[in-house]
């Protein structure tokens, strides 16, 4: 899938019980992460349903542990692995990625680079869950990619100024993102 379908399923609610977000761009990993960490869930269920880990300071054996809860009064449990590049059973998660349990939402973010789908692993992920794969964006596409970011806020910018800002902030989307929403605070809905 790719991120703009990822975002609009989440949005109709149309949930999966795996996604495996992985690649070398940051930010849609981030983004997708933090729109299923904020909108699956309301205020009140986040606290006995929604789990957040990081790869260094976890094992397999307590993400499926965790995994194979079921939601208290909830439709849907969240777990959502951040820093996944760290962990060092990543592997291991084979028998539940297998298996998994629809009521439950895992999410895997492993940054840094592309994770081998090849794998026995990788080719479980593939069949039961959502696999995307957060690609970098080339000098070229950030200008247009500024000018959609701001289209999206209700905001538009002349095609030299964002060739401007992209020179001047380079392809780190999260970086760019930050200085826009910054930009953007000052500016009412239609400049």
């Known amino acids: 899938m790719t991120f703009p379908e990822i975002l609009k399923s989440l ?83 084979q028998t539940y990625v ?14 840094n680079g592309k994770y081998n789908l090849n794998s026995k692993f ?8 959502v696999v995307f794969e957060s690609k970098r964006l080339y000098e070229n596409q950030i200008p247009n990619w500024i000018q959609d970011y701001l289209r999206d806020k209700k905001l538009s910018i002349r095609p030299e ?4 800002v992209a020179e001047y902030l380079g392809t780190d989307l999260s970086r760019v993102a930050n200085e826009l929403d910054k930009m953007a605070i000052n500016l009412a809905p239609g400049n």
Not at 161 to 164: E, F
Request: hydrophobic share 40%; with cysteine.
């Open 11 to 93: 949005k109709q609610k149309q949930y999966k019980p795996l996604y495996f977000l992985h690649g070398d761009e940051a930010y849609f990993i981030d983004v997708i992460s933090d729109c299923i960490e904020n909108e699956v869930l309301n205020e009140g269920e986040r606290a006995f349903n929604q789990t957040i880990v990081y790869g260094k300071d976890v094992d397999h054996l307590a993400i499926v542990d965790t995994a194979r809860r079921y939601p208290m009064m909830a439709q849907h449990q969240v777990l959502i692995l951040k820093e996944a590049q760290d962990m060092k059973t990543l592997k291991d998660l």
């Open 98 to 111: 297998e298996k998994p349990l629809d009521s439950t939402i895992l999410v895997i973010c492993h940054k």
């Open 161 to 164: 100024a964002s060739a401007l």
């Open 122 to 129: 990788g080719k479980a992920i593939q069949a039961n869950g």
